[in-house]
């Protein structure tokens, strides 16, 4: 009887999880944007938690007081932001490299358990909005040692 109870314990869990799952996938929509332009690199500063084609597009330099997000060798800058429900955060690659052959300056960016990835050459940006509150971690697929965390209030 134990056994039972323990089975169907694990399968209403289950069950759950997956309805949460569906839930907070559906609330996710990307802002499609324009063609990229390559934009001059600088240098500077990283931690944690539904697919719609976003389109890459050129961003001149901006301030976290705009929601972006600067991306560079060195990480994500800021790692953390906290913006309004409904906002629109914005990733910018800033990053170059004197020698393709040891660097990729290249970076593919994914909102964990959000969005699939979109990858950015240098110069180039993408939005995504966040419409419900929670923490949302994201990552760097080409540079796995970036992360970062994005607070929605």
Same mark, same amino acid.
């Given at each position: 009887?134990?056994?039972?109870?323990?089975?169907?314990?694990?399968?209403?869990?289950?069950l759950?999880a997956?309805?949460?799952?569906?839930a907070t996938c559906g609330?996710m929509?990307s802002?499609?944007e324009?063609?990229p *332009?390559?934009v001059p690199a600088?240098i500077?500063? %990283? #931690?944690?938690e539904?697919? +719609?084609?976003?389109?890459? !597009?050129?961003?001149?330099?901006?301030s976290?007081?705009d929601? *972006?997000?600067?991306i560079?060798?060195?990480g994500? %800058? #800021?790692?953390t932001?906290? +913006?309004?429900r409904?906002s !629109?955060?914005?990733w910018v690659?800033?990053d170059?490299?004197e020698d393709?052959?040891?660097?990729?300056?290249t970076?593919?960016?994914?909102?964990?358990g959000v969005y699939t990835a979109? !990858?950015?050459?240098?110069g180039q940006?993408?939005s995504?909005i966040?419409t419900n509150?929670?923490v949302?971690?994201y990552?760097?697929?080409?540079?796995?040692?970036?992360?970062?965390t994005v607070i929605?209030?």
């Open positions: 009887m134990k056994n039972h109870q323990d089975h169907l314990m694990k399968h209403i869990l289950l759950l997956v309805a949460l799952l569906l609330c929509q802002s499609p324009a063609a *332009t390559p600088t500077a500063a %990283s #931690p944690t539904s697919p +719609v084609t976003a389109i890459p !597009t050129r961003e001149p330099t901006a976290v007081s929601n *972006t997000i600067t560079e060798k060195e994500f %800058s #800021p790692s932001i906290t +913006v309004k409904g !629109t955060v914005r690659n800033k170059s490299t393709p052959a040891l660097y990729n300056p970076h593919r960016i994914k909102i964990i979109q !990858t950015l050459s240098p940006g993408w995504w966040f509150t929670g949302y971690a990552e760097d697929l080409i540079h796995p040692d970036l992360q970062g929605v209030e």
